[in-house]
């Protein structure tokens, strides 16, 4: 059995392809789902399901998913084979648990580094935390699995893609006005009211429509009162967030994901963030701005960049049948 674990919406987005792929090939495949986050994509049924404690007061939310690895282990104990996707506490849980069952550990979306472990945080640690149990690294790119070498990490390096390009083969891009603004991660919590003074004047020196869309976080929701000129959103269901970036003029965001994305659409996408993991796509269509008072110049040095992607670096698009495939041979070898 390939217990597959996915605990947040990026990691369910990512992971649906390689599902549908799995039981394409007529693979055993058991869904676990981890509430970490409780607003995910519909579209599969999970076999098991692991709740969440609320934490005692002043403890951390991400220490209490630790506490889950027990239920996890007894989740997955049925299977021969564990995939976990990305950075998230739920994949660093999930390959412990799989590892101490020695169980086979398949890490989707391997050896992306910044080598900073405060950016991202704490995401930079659980990465490199799960490379110390995986068996298998499924890199999206020749660069992360460059990283594995250096690392010396044991186990099988394999260069597939990222399965984000899956999702993304009908999209035919546009070039329309709204430029899309999303901001979550716990590194710039700090520094909100700085961003938001940053996005207000973009919006005012700047002729596109801005639309910033507001992450669940209290701290996000609370600054984004203060926003002026700029739309403001609910989350997006992740169809119509494709839509609106396949037709967007361009991206301001402290995501990953969207990274990956915009490399798709050949869009270009401000990084508001101290570092990046996925590198590959800066000085093209990414572009790193790590203070909010950089922001607008940032911006316009983006817009007047004429550089092109000649081609995605994140995948192909064919990359969930690619790594269904190394899985399929993966289980015929002795452990």
């Not at 055993?28 to 609320?54: K, M, N, S």
């Not at 037709?247 to 994901?257: P, Q, R």
Request: charged letters at 25%.
């Amino acid at each position: 059995m390939i217990s597959v674990i996915y605990g947040t919406r990026p990691e369910f987005i990512k992971l649906r392809p390689l599902v549908v792929a799995l039981r394409d090939r007529e693979l055993p495949v058991w869904l676990v789902r981890v509430a970490q986050h409780t607003d995910l994509c519909d579209g599969f049924e999970h076999d098991a399901y692991v709740e969440i404690p609320p934490p005692r007061p002043g403890a951390s939310r991400l220490n209490s998913i630790f506490g889950l690895v027990p239920a996890i282990e007894a989740a997955i104990a049925g299977s021969d084979t564990c995939v976990v996707q990305g950075d998230t506490a739920t994949a660093f849980a999930a390959a412990l648990a799989a590892y101490n069952l020695e169980l086979r550990v398949v890490h989707v979306e391997a050896g992306l580094r910044t080598y900073d472990l405060r950016n991202p945080h704490p995401e930079e640690s659980y990465r490199q935390c799960i490379s110390s149990l995986a068996t298998l690294h499924m890199c999206p790119t020749e660069d992360d699995a460059r990283n594995l070498a250096r690392e010396r990490r044991s186990g099988t390096v394999h260069v597939t893609g990222n399965t984000v390009t899956d999702n993304l083969v009908a999209l035919v891009p546009e070039l329309g006005d709204e430029v899309l603004i999303t901001m979550h991660r716990r590194e710039n919590l700090p520094l909100l009211d700085r961003w938001i003074d940053a996005f207000n004047r973009c919006a005012a020196a700047l002729p596109q429509e801005f639309t910033f869309v507001c992450h669940p976080n209290p701290a996000v929701r609370t600054a984004a009162t203060r926003l002026s000129g700029l739309r403001l959103s609910e989350p997006l269901p992740y169809d119509e967030l494709l839509e609106r970036l396949r037709k967007c003029a361009y991206v301001i965001t402290d995501s990953g994901g969207l990274q990956e994305e915009c490399a798709w659409l050949n869009k270009r996408v401000v990084v508001c963030r101290v570092a990046t993991e996925r590198p590959q796509t800066l000085g093209t269509t990414s572009f790193l701005c790590e203070r909010p008072e950089d922001l607008l110049g940032v911006v316009e040095h983006a817009l007047r960049a004429s550089a092109e992607l000649e081609r995605c670096p994140f995948g192909d698009g064919q990359v969930a049948p690619r790594i269904a495939k190394l899985l399929e041979e993966a289980r015929r070898e002795p452990r």
